[in-house]
């Protein structure tokens, strides 16, 4: 069974994945998405995602080694390799997937019923904003793209198989590793 994860950014998507982690470290293993986009302050080549240049994108890309991808923001790719389900599967680990909301339907429609997926929502775009401004590492014009991205993204939530609201955290970490306990294990 495959897990897949999909949240606008800034809805505490990595900090739920990481309490599934924590109390799961043996079962599931995270997939690493390969992206264009340069690593931000603290990011690690093949832990966080395969920082890949476009060119090497699209060679991946024309030789068919990508389960999904997404142009996601202007001339910024993010795409799920094959071999991370090769690698994870070697591990006897489920895979974690963690990508944008297409990129979740397709790996949904890939895998079919060998895949759960999840989408976590924030509570309104106002605190979703509010969130992302607590960062501190969006500019004006950054965060106004995630903010309207975000809204497409939240119209697909009704795609997936659970929608996790989460307006408080501990709630919502438990709702989610309940879910997953449920369907997966």
Same mark, same amino acid.
């Given at each position: 069974?495959?897990?897949?994860?999909?949240?606008?950014?800034?809805?505490?998507?990595?900090?739920?994945?990481?309490?599934?982690?924590?109390?799961?470290?043996?079962?599931?293993?995270?997939?690493?998405?390969?992206?264009?986009?340069?690593?931000?302050?603290?990011?690690?080549?093949?832990?966080?995602?395969?920082?890949?240049?476009?060119?090497?994108?699209?060679?991946?890309?024309?030789?068919?080694?990508?389960?999904?991808?997404?142009?996601?923001?202007?001339?910024?790719?993010?795409?799920?390799?094959?071999?991370?389900?090769?690698?994870?599967?070697?591990?006897?680990?489920?895979?974690?997937?963690?990508?944008?909301? %297409?990129?979740?339907?397709?790996?949904?429609?890939?895998?079919?019923?060998?895949?759960?997926?999840?989408?976590?929502?924030?509570?309104?775009?106002?605190?979703? %904003?509010?969130?992302?401004?607590?960062?501190?590492?969006?500019?004006?014009?950054?965060?106004?793209?995630?903010?309207?991205?975000?809204?497409?993204?939240?119209?697909?939530?009704?795609?997936?198989?659970?929608?996790?609201?989460?307006?408080?955290?501990?709630?919502?970490?438990?709702?989610?590793? %309940?879910?997953?306990?449920?369907?997966?294990?």
């Amino acid at each position: 069974m495959n897990l897949i994860v999909s949240a606008p950014s800034g809805s505490g998507k990595t900090t739920i994945l990481k309490k599934l982690f924590e109390k799961y470290p043996d079962i599931f293993g995270f997939s690493i998405s390969a992206t264009t986009r340069k690593p931000r302050q603290g990011e690690v080549n093949a832990k966080d995602y395969y920082f890949i240049s476009p060119e090497e994108f699209g060679n991946k890309l024309a030789d068919n080694e990508f389960l999904e991808y997404e142009q996601v923001y202007e001339n910024l790719y993010y795409g799920t390799l094959k071999s991370e389900i090769e690698r994870i599967n070697a591990l006897n680990k489920y895979p974690v997937f963690d990508v944008d909301v %297409k990129g979740g339907m397709n790996i949904k429609k890939h895998l079919g019923d060998r895949a759960f997926s999840i989408f976590i929502m924030p509570p309104s775009l106002e605190i979703l %904003k509010q969130r992302l401004l607590n960062r501190k590492t969006e500019s004006e014009d950054s965060l106004k793209k995630r903010l309207d991205r975000a809204e497409m993204e939240m119209a697909y939530s009704e795609c997936f198989d659970l929608v996790v609201i989460n307006d408080d955290l501990d709630k919502a970490v438990e709702e989610f590793i %309940k879910a997953v306990e449920d369907h997966i294990l």
